[in-house]
Nanobody
Framework: QVQLVESGGGLVQPGGSLRLSCAAS????????MGWYRQAPGKQRELVAA???????NYADSVKGRFTISRDNAKNTVYLQMNSLKPEDTAVYYC??????????????WGQGTQVTVSS
């Protein structure tokens, strides 16, 4: 059974920092591309940051220079370090595991989400 379990969300003041973690089980973590998405109320889910199995990263323009995605294959965990947080970063943040090509029938997986609220 595949599980992606996010943690690290919470309430933070503007300008503050949080680190999100996503612990994966039930998959061969090292071969999956991992991503962080977010969804604010009334908005579509959007990609925040992604990291390939080889460690290449990409970011949404809105978070470049403030957020950093990383992975620890030994711990089957992907992280999102969020600095200089803004109220517009408020959303539920979701972890995604995306398989290579058609591996596993192309099935990707989602975590349950963790709430991040940036407010004074």
């Amino acid at each position: 059974q595949v599980q992606l379990v996010e943690s690290g969300g919470g309430l933070v003041q503007p300008g503050g920092s949080l680190r999100l973690s996503c612990a994966a089980s039930g998959i061969i973590f090292r071969i999956y591309a991992m991503g962080w998405y977010r969804q604010a109320p009334g908005k579509q889910r959007e990609l925040v940051a992604a990291i390939t199995s080889g460690g290449s990263t990409n970011y949404a323009d809105s978070v470049k220079g403030r957020f950093t995605i990383s992975r620890d294959n030994a711990k089957n965990t992907v992280y999102l370090q969020m600095n200089s947080l803004k109220p517009e970063d408020t959303a539920v943040y979701y972890c995604n595991a995306d398989p290579p090509g058609s591996y596993g029938g192309g099935q990707d997986y989602w975590g349950q989400g963790t709430q991040v609220t940036v407010s004074s």
